[in-house]
Structure formats: structure tokens, C-alpha cells
């Protein structure tokens, strides 16, 4: 019986108390499970899952979502409640497990049976893996219960109960399970526990400064995790004073952001909070911080008034809170002194240079700032939040003409007005229609001005960083992303754009793990985080660790904040497994993509998959001719050459996979890019052409141009390397890259066991 490892989502259902039902009211025992059955067979089928085994009164089901095995567990557990009622426990736990076809192991179903032994009827419990999956799904809502030492599992886990309306939520101390809360411990004789002490304290007074004070005064200087909400606007006149108020919240971040012993959420990822009737606890869980900033702003007249508060959200107490009122003109004093205040109150230094940061003014007229302010709001609704509209584009490019009408200095408008351009080229580039011609005056040119009034003002640094990224002059890329990083360690932007400035190397996938895991602090859920996600995910094909690259690829598609963001997560997992997967899998994720994107992309997995996986060429060819006939200069046509050339249309084969030689020839673009010199190797080698093969083969394994996308496995399955396979020049080359790539895997892991990735 053949087996596969996968990364799924285990659920385990039971009845509880069914023996004793089944003795005292055999026929009512009867009605309940069956009822459990049908429910659980036609939740399981509705949300992408199956049941793995029926255990008589429980249940094992695996799905490929944490957040439709969520979803179905609460469609049960509502059911369940009508008469004859069940009482149905449920837990799930996501982890990388073997699967067959009658059965699931691994460390990840004794996780899930723990979770579900714990779980009281009516009631549906996580692990914090699934948690994660599930935190920003608005229809699912959940409450942690504490962190439990489960049986033969040695770390602590967290738990946390579903609390939609209708699914039971206990009280912690209720709990029992297989297992027990890290702080129930056995009964200890009064005499052995003094003995106990006296030993403890006599060999932490030896060794505390000797061994441990470092790591003490460490934790203690340890980065600061901070969420700074959207301020209330409490002033009179709401309406014409909402920007104002957004202004001073944006301001207030962008401070903090500068100090390097902060963590600070980004602006995208805390929008979603405004007027959010969520606690300051489950908003710091869900952002991974420790601390919230919260606000308000009320304006009348001249007068400014700033309300904050900062909340040890794990303590839940609030550490610091102030009133600042100022004069409208002196507002920039009012937004340095909330800084310095939060600083103090956390126990922080900042720098001398970036107290003279925070001391910048960008502008003396406030009706230039007013208009900067609301372009900035709409900026935010425009960038962050879909679908983008061209009369929001439009607004903020007249709201910051006007501000810069009134005040030429204002380096900020500058910069949004090449910022939310950047945007519009970026959406308009996914469908081919970039004005190259315009970038110039439109990006480089207002960001250069932002930085001869301002030198240390990051935003422009970054933009252009994108701009010569975009030009290939990589030199000057990397210049200002290092500077724009040195400035603002918070800038999500930054963080991002460094990692992916690294990533297509393995010389450098610790660069690029840490400025991409240091984003994904940054904006842990936004429509820009999939961005990250699949970034990863890459990273991780990168070096042929796959369950990590399905992982994140997984989190890209569940996250679900936009459709071109599933998409790609999508594609990416068809990717993944087409290194790795069958052409089921394939398949499926293929035609998962297709229903969110119509492009070409899908029917072209779908097609390798039937012709390299499954072994019918025929399907493939079908498949082919609908993507070469809606795009007949498609870069691929060597596959379709392939497929055509298995079955037995060889003329056809031959002129298809010369015109994709001549295309890769004449791309200038080809040299460098990521699977299109393996295509070409491949190519060359299915030519006959094995001296030209070789040439490209023989790139180092850190090349990623050849050598990326998990190609070291997949070239051992790809049928235009078929030529090359019994040579022996092939195998050593192919062994050694794996070899490599092995030992890149076994450094990223150890860094990352040790927390320092």
C-alpha cells in the first residue's frame, strides 16, 4: 500500500460518554451516531475534506485547509446541537504527516487526539498551528485557553477554543485531557519541597552572575513588539478632521518605527483594527506583539489634543497613558514628545540621530498638511485595500498637487505622488501595460526632489530602490535599500525588497530568510502579506526543503485577502508538487489556480502533469492547444513540443521546440532568470545538443537561474533532459547539486532551531 507525506489538517470527532449511552439506551445510541455519521460525511465532502477512518462512536478526516476544517467542524457542531442533540468533541491540529489510504501518522495525529481529548461536547479545539491559519477569518472567531503539556509530546502547546455563536467554550480550569497544564505538577511533601528550595536558592546564588546574568540583562534590552491602533477622531467636526487624525496616528508610527529597539506593526496590517471590537488581547496575539498603543486625536480650532495609552496586552494592564495638547502649529513637538514618552515608559534609549529625525517638521502651513493628510488617507484605501479604483489614484494625485501648490517643501507629497503612481504601474504591469517611458519623470524624478529637501527621508529611498531594481541598475538598488534599512529597521518596505534583492541566491538565503521573516513580523496579515508568504516559499523550493515551501504556500492561499494573492498561491503549490507530488495533486491545484485566474498558466501545470506524471500525453496536447491558441508566442511551447513528440506528432514537436530555442536565444532577458536557463538546458538537451546542455548545467548549485524552483529533483523527471539521464556526466552533476543544496538546507535548519532566523 503506497504512502505519501503531506502537510494537512487532522481532525478527530467523538462522542463522548457513548459506551454508557450505548448500555443504558441502545436504540438512542444508534439514532446519535448515525445522525454523527451522515453530518460528518456530508461536512467533510462540502468543505475539500475526507473522513481518513470511522472509529464506531468517532471520527479521524484529513483536509488539505486548517481553515475548511475549521469551518466544517463548526457546521457539525451546530448541527449537533439540534435534537436528538450530540455530544461531539472536536480537535484539530495541523502538521506534516503519512498518509495511505486507509490511515494517518505521525507526531502531528497524536497532537490533534491530545487537543480533542481535552475538548469539552458542543466544543471544537485548535492547536496554535491551526490558530494561525484561521486568525483572520472573520467568521471564525477563537479564545485561547492556555498552553497544556500534552502526553508524549515534550513542548507545551497552546490551545484555543472555537467561540463562534452556538460552540461551547469552557472555563480553563475545567480542562482535563491527555495531559495537563505546564503548571499542575504532582503533590510534593511540604519537607522535600523546603529542601528544594534551599537548594535551588543556594545554587542560583553560585551560579546567577557567572552563567546567566548575560542572558537576564538580554530579555530585559530584548526588541519591544508594538501595535499602534488607528486613533479615534473625537473631534466636533469629524468629518473635515478625519485625515487630520490619520495624519497624527501615521506620524506617530513613522517615529517609533526609527527606533531600533522597537518592533512596529505596519500601517497595512493595522488598518484593519479601525473601530475593531476585538480586545487589546486577541489583537496582540493575532499581530505577535506585546504591547498596544491606542489613541485619540480631537481638534478644535487651533487647538490640538492627543490622547494615548500603551497596554501590556499579555498583562493586560495598561503601563502608561498622557494627554498632549498643543498649538496647531506646534503639533511636530506634540508627536516627538508621545514618542520619547513611550520610549521612557518601555525603558528604551533613542539615539541622539533619530531624536533629531523625530524633530523634523515637514511643514509650516497647515492647509498644506491637511491636503497631504487626506491624500495620505486615500493613499491608504487605495494601497491596501481591494478593488483599487482610478478615481482614488486620481485624488491623490490632485490632493498632492494642491499641497505642493502651497508648499513646494512638503518632501512627503512628493514622495506620495510617486508612491501611489509606483502602485498604478505595478497592478497595470501584471497585465502588461507599464509605461516605461514615464517612470522617470513620474517615480525617480519627485523622489529625488523629497530627497534634497529631507536626505534621511525613507519612503523615497525605497521607492527608488524599486525604480533601479526595475532599470537593472542593481548597484544602486541595493545602496539605497541598505540606507532606507540603517534608517528605519521597521520599514516593511525595506525589509522586503532587501530579501528579494538576495533571493536568487543561496550564498545568500540567510540575508534573504531574515529580511523576509522580519517582514512578515512587520505586516502579519494585509493584502501584502501573501507577497511575503510566497517569497518564502520560493526561498524554500530555493534549497529543496518542500514542506516548508508547501507550507508557505499554503499560508499565501489560506490567508485568502485577495484573489490574485490565492492565485499564486495556488500556482505556486502546482509548482511545488511538480517537483515532488503526483499528477493528481497537480492537477488539483492547477484547476484550484484556473478558477481564480483564467490565464494560460493553469491549463500549462495541468498539462505537464498529465504528460510527465500521469503518462497521458493526449490529455496534454488537448490542454496545450487551448493555451497556444489564444497565445501563440507563449515562452513555454517546448512542453507542448514534448507532449507533441510523445505522441507521435514529431514534425509538429521539432517546430515548436526551435522557435522556443530561437525565442530563449533571442531574449537578452533569459540569462539570469529563474527557470529560463534550465529551460533552455533543456532545450539543448532534448535537441541532441548535450555540449550546450552542459555548459549551462555546470553552473553552480547556487545558482538559482538554473538550479531554483526545486529543479534539481525535477530535472530527474522532466522528459527534455530524457537524453541526459544514463549519462554519467548527468547523474554526477545532478548527485552533486543535490549535495549542495543539502548542505545549504542543513545550515538554514540549524539557524532556525536555534532561533536565530
Avoid at 215 to 224: D, F, H, Q, Y
Wanted: hydrophobic letters at 40%.
Amino acid at each position: 500500500m503506497s504512502s505519501s507525506r503531506q502537510l494537512v489538517a487532522i481532525v478527530f470527532a467523538d462522542i463522548m460518554g457513548y459506551t454508557t449511552l450505548m448500555q443504558e439506551d441502545e436504540e438512542q445510541a444508534l439514532q446519535i451516531r448515525n445522525k454523527f455519521e451522515h453530518i460528518l460525511q456530508q461536512e467533510t465532502a462540502a468543505h475539500g475534506g475526507r473522513i481518513q477512518k470511522m472509529m464506531g462512536d468517532g471520527a479521524l478526516c484529513i483536509f488539505s485547509s486548517s481553515i475548511e476544517a475549521a469551518r466544517a467542524a463548526v457546521a457539525v457542531q451546530q448541527q449537533m446541537r439540534e435534537e436528538p442533540s450530540v455530544p461531539l468533541r472536536i480537535g484539530i491540529h495541523a502538521g506534516d504527516v503519512m498518509v495511505d489510504e486507509s490511515d494517518v501518522y505521525g507526531d502531528g495525529v497524536n497532537i490533534a487526539s491530545r487537543i480533542e481529548s481535552f475538548a469539552v461536547p458542543g466544543g471544537i479545539f485548535l492547536s496554535a498551528k491551526v490558530y494561525d491559519d484561521i486568525k483572520n477569518h472573520k467568521d471564525i472567531q477563537a479564545v485561547c485557553l492556555g498552553r497544556f503539556l500534552l502526553k508524549n509530546v515534550k513542548e507545551p502547546v497552546a490551545i484555543y477554543a472555537v467561540s463562534n455563536e452556538g460552540i461551547s467554550v469552557p472555563q480553563n480550569e475545567t480542562l482535563q485531557g491527555k495531559g495537563r497544564a505546564p503548571n499542575s505538577t504532582k503533590r510534593i511533601p511540604s519537607a522535600l519541597r523546603w529542601l528544594g528550595l534551599v537548594l535551588v536558592i543556594g545554587t542560583a546564588s553560585f551560579f546567577f552572575f557567572k552563567k546567566f546574568a548575560p542572558s537576564v540583562l538580554a530579555a530585559n534590552t530584548a526588541t519591544k513588539a508594538i501595535a499602534i491602533l488607528p486613533f479615534h477622531n473625537e473631534s466636533l467636526q469629524k468629518g473635515e478632521n478625519e485625515f487630520f487624525c490619520n495624519g497624527m496616528m501615521e506620524a506617530v508610527l513613522n517615529n517609533l518605527s526609527q527606533v531600533r529597539s522597537f518592533h512596529v506593526i505596519s500601517r497595512q496590517s493595522v488598518e484593519q483594527y479601525r473601530d475593531s471590537k476585538k480586545t487589546t488581547g486577541n489583537i496582540a496575539d493575532e499581530l505577535g506583539v506585546s504591547y498596544i498603543l491606542a489613541g485619540s486625536v480631537q481638534r478644535v480650532g487651533n487647538k490640538v489634543k492627543i490622547t494615548t495609552e500603551l497596554i501590556d496586552a499579555k498583562a493586560d494592564q495598561q503601563i502608561w497613558a498622557d494627554s498632549f495638547t498643543s498649538e496647531l502649529d506646534d503639533v511636530f513637538s506634540l508627536q516627538e514628545n508621545i514618542a520619547s514618552e513611550i520610549a521612557s515608559a518601555l525603558k528604551v534609549k533613542i539615539a541622539p540621530e533619530v531624536e533629531g529625525r523625530l524633530a523634523r517638521v515637514p511643514s509650516t502651513n497647515q492647509r498644506a498638511l491637511d491636503l497631504y493628510y487626506e491624500a495620505q488617507t486615500n493613499f491608504v484605501k487605495y494601497a491596501y485595500t481591494l478593488p483599487q479604483l482610478e478615481s482614488d489614484y486620481n485624488k491623490i494625485q490632485s490632493l498632492c498637487r494642491q499641497a505642493l501648490a502651497i508648499d513646494s517643501n512638503l518632501a512627503e507629497a512628493y514622495t506620495l505622488k510617486a508612491k501611489a503612481y509606483w502602485e498604478k504601474v505595478y497592478i497595470n504591469s501584471l497585465k502588461k501595460k507599464i509605461n516605461k517611458q514615464q517612470l522617470p519623470d513620474s517615480v525617480a524624478a519627485p523622489c529625488e526632489k523629497a530627497l534634497t529637501i529631507d536626505n534621511n527621508a525613507v519612503d523615497p529611498m525605497v521607492l527608488l530602490s524599486e525604480y533601479y531594481d526595475f532599470t537593472g541598475k542593481k548597484d544602486r538598488q541595493l545602496s539605497y535599500l541598505e540606507k532606507a534599512i540603517t534608517l528605519n529597521p521597521n520599514h516593511f518596505e525595506a525589509n522586503l525588497h532587501l530579501a528579494e534583492y538576495y533571493v536568487h541566491s543561496d550564498n545568500t538565503v540567510e540575508k534573504s530568510l531574515h529580511y523576509l521573516k522580519k517582514a512578515l513580523r512587520l505586516d502579519p496579515q494585509s493584502i501584502t502579506t501573501p507577497e511575503v508568504y510566497g517569497l518564502l516559499s520560493f526561498v524554500y523550493q530555493n534549497i529543496l526543503d518542500f514542506e516548508k515551501a508547501k507550507h508557505y504556500a499554503q499560508k499565501a492561499i489560506d490567508q485568502d485577502v485577495n484573489a490574485v494573492a490565492k492565485a499564486r498561491g495556488f500556482l505556486d503549490m502546482a509548482r511545488i508538487l511538480m517537483r515532488v507530488g503526483t499528477g493528481e495533486e497537480v492537477i488539483k491545484y492547477a484547476y484550484e489556480y484556473l478558477k481564480q485566474d483564467s490565464s494560460s498558466n493553469a491549463l500549462y501545470f495541468a498539462g505537464e502533469a498529465y504528460c510527465y506524471l500521469k503518462n497521458d500525453c493526449t490529455k496534454a496536447v488537448t490542454l496545450y492547444e487551448k493555451v497556444f491558441g489564444s497565445f501563440s508566442n507563449h515562452p513555454n511551447a517546448h512542453r507542448y513540443a514534448v507532449a507533441l513528440w510523445k505522441v507521435g506528432r514529431k514534425e509538429e514537436a521539432a517546430k515548436w521546440m526551435n522557435s522556443s530555442l530561437n525565442k530563449y536565444k533571442e531574449d537578452e532577458k533569459a540569462k539570469g532568470h529563474p527557470i529560463k536557463e534550465y529551460d533552455l538546458a533543456g532545450v539543448y538537451a532534448f535537441l541532441g545538443n548535450k555540449k550546450a546542455a552542459y555548459e549551462i548545467l555546470k553552473e553552480p548549485s547556487s545558482n538559482n537561474s538554473v538550479w531554483g524552483w526545486g529543479a534539481p529533483y525535477y530535472i530527474l523527471r522532466d522528459p527534455l533532459f530524457e537524453n541526459l539521464w544514463h549519462d554519467k556526466e548527468f547523474q554526477d552533476i545532478v548527485a552533486n547539486v543535490q549535495a549542495e543544496k543539502a548542505k545549504v538546507r542543513e545550515r538554514i535548519q540549524r539557524l532556525e532551531q536555534k532561533g536565530e532566523l
